[in-house]
């Protein structure tokens, strides 16, 4: 059973997320009335699950709270800021009781115990205005609607005895919905009206969850000398049907009387299409929960997580083989081993592919935490996230959170600016943060754009200076006045505040990063906004690069950054000015390894330069020797070699060589003294 309920706290997690999402997205657009039914089925199956699963708490806490939905998508009440707030606050409670280790919290009481308190009175309204308001509402609330047909023909003289009928239909119409029709047939020429006689009779339709006896007590003190018939037609609401209603309204325009035989007629062609539509909707909701059960089905991250080692094994198993296949004389051995590597390749694609899942889920909690900001800091932010489907290493995606969520926080802080200042300054009131999420070769790009204040240098290297992070005489670029906010303890903000000045937010997100072998730029403009990019790589496991040799000494360089290799003579390397060489008529910069590597210089007439892509620009690495394409399997280097990030790991080869990954991007900066590079 444990087992069981484990299974069911997963599920019920996802259930949560996609019912916080699809409120904030309610809540941009109250009148969708898709997004309400799938607030509410998302809230039918939660309780559902839960009582299955034995949690009676979330099984009468969602039952409470799928009633306000129920009433909203049949147009009972309206959706409002007070529905979602409630809601949304239920949310986070619904995530602590997955763990029934918080019940017996007396905090978690006095939440559950408020909540349940605001969920009632949503349910119960009490509404400020007319009695018949009041037992409008409490109708409403009460209970299931029954449909009835009421035909009312008041005595002649009941203005006589001081009755009006007027009264009499306002107080029946109070007991639930209605529709009046009125007739006036019987009303005398102008000559003959007597103004003391009542010719006027009614037809009603009335759904109330009342029963008969209370509809005849509206006419108890007339019903001896008036002609009063009540027949019950559904115990469903019929009214809520408008092609009933239309058509009734039509029936009674044309023809004198409506007639109850009318109406039983045109109410069991309701009863049959409604019964008609439910079991059309169960049809279609097994066919989807038969579809969900067939294309999908739920694996442990521990078993993606040794699948993708088995297939890391794999390569370098194979490797091995493709190896012995060179150096052997086996007749038939070389044909098996390119197979080998064939399906070796598509089964790498293939577990990366399960192992790759979308950054939806992550992009939908910074919309909650942006709502929730906005309201703390009173700022109006237009939250807009594009490329969601976008799909990362479920690893990498792991580790995002924090850093997305310090940047966030930041734009909204110190970017974002009030209201009055934004509209001051010629920008509209609603301030707007944009979440983009795009492939770029074999990376992925993340980016945060705000149009707030923006980032000013100056400030910045005041501030690095007060604080003796460099020197006063140091002139630098921007983009390295800008690079400073990654500096521990470095913070612009005037005081602290719940949401940032601590000067621990953008370290933070910087050494994060890194740990997924990601990089993180900020770009600024005074009064405009600020855009902050981290690239990351689809994967940590496995990567395509090309072997390469530096003084006997293997390398890896990733596939992914190299634009092109050309062979080179070595005194067009080593008798150059200023390190740039042209290639296809086009001058680039280039860096010997052997060089920045304090290594003699190659005996070899021919090196080889690998030309790869650094930011918007092309720069050559020289090598000895071009070995081939190669599949590496990173593995970590160890807590001994942590701060030579500028390699990304190490990868064994086929004749258990070890090689070392490079970093192309921090090599090069390293390499050109760029700051923030160990």
Known sequence: MDSFKKKFIEE???????????????????????????????????????????????DKFTHDLETIYDKIRTGQIPISSDILNVTLACVDHLKLMLDEANYDDPDFKTIHNGLMDKINRLINPVEVGSQKNREQAKSD???????YYILFEPNENIFNNGTNPLYLLDELCSLGEYKVFSHFNRVPDIIQ????????????????????????????FVETDSKIEVQKLSDQNLLIDRAFVEEISHLAEVQKDVGLVNVQRM???VVARINKAKAEQFTRERMAIKDKST????????????????????????????????????????????????????????????????????????????????????????????????????????????????????????????????????????????????????????????????????????KAVAKGLIPPEKKLSQKEILD?????????????????????????????????????????????????????????????GLLVSIDNAPFVVPLSSIDKIYAIDKESIYNTYNNLVTLDGTKIPFFSLRKEFNL???????????????????????????????????????????NHDVFSGATILGDGTVALVMDTNKIIKMFAGIKGVK
């Open 193 to 220: 009206i007597n103004p003391q006689s009542c010719y006027t009779y009614w037809e009603i339709l009335l759904a109330t969850d009342k029963d008969v006896s209370a509809i005849h007590d509206v006419f108890i």
């Open 141 to 147: 609330t009460s209970g299931p609607l029954s449909t």
């Open 600 to 642: 003699k210089p190659s005996d070899e007439e021919l090196e080889q330069i690998v030309v790869v892509n650094f930011e918007d620009n092309r720069v050559g690495l020289v090598v000895d020797h071009v070995i081939g394409e190669y599949q590496a399997v990173l593995k970590p280097l160890g807590k001994h070699y942590k």
């Open 295 to 462: 294309s999908s089905i739920r694996v442990s991250s521990d078993k993606l997580d040794l699948l993708m080692n088995l297939v890391s094994e794999l390569v370098t198993t194979q490797a091995r083989l493709s190896l012995f296949t060179e150096q052997s004389n086996v007749s038939g051995l070389v044909p098996i081993a390119e197979n080998v590597q064939k399906l070796t390749r598509q089964l790498r694609d293939i577990a990366f592919s399960i192992v790759l899942i979308p950054i939806e889920n992550l992009f939908g909690r910074f919309q909650r935490l942006v709502r929730d900001l906005s309201a703390e800091l009173h700022k109006d932010v237009d939250f807009i996230v594009e490329g969601a489907d976008t799909e990362l290493d479920k690893t990498i995606i792991e580790n995002l959170l924090d850093p997305l969520m310090h940047i966030i926080r930041n734009s909204m802080d110190h970017g974002i600016e009030d209201s009055r200042v934004r509209m001051a300054n010629g920008k509209p009131a609603k301030g707007k943060i944009v979440l983009k999420a795009f492939y770029s070769g074999a990376n992925v790009i993340i980016r945060v754009a705000d149009d707030g204040a923006g980032i000013d240098p100056e400030v910045i290297y005041e």
């Open 267 to 269: 109410a069991s062609k």
């Open 484 to 544: 400073l906010i990654f500096l521990p303890g470095f913070s612009t903000a005037k005081k602290i505040t719940d949401v940032s000045g601590r000067g621990v937010g953008m370290d933070v997100v910087k050494r994060k990063i890194a740990d997924i072998r990601g990089e993180v730029e900020v770009d600024s403009v005074v009064g405009q906004g600020t855009i902050i990019t981290i690239r990351l790589p689809l994967t940590l496991s496995i990567i395509d």
């Open 12 to 58: 019920a997690g996802e259930l949560i997320d996609k019912l916080e999402v699809a409120l904030l997205a309610l809540e941009k657009n109250p009148g969708d009335a898709e997004l309400i039914q799938q607030v509410f089925r998302v809230m039918h199956t939660l309780k559902g699950n839960s009582a299955m699963f034995g949690f009676d708490l979330i």
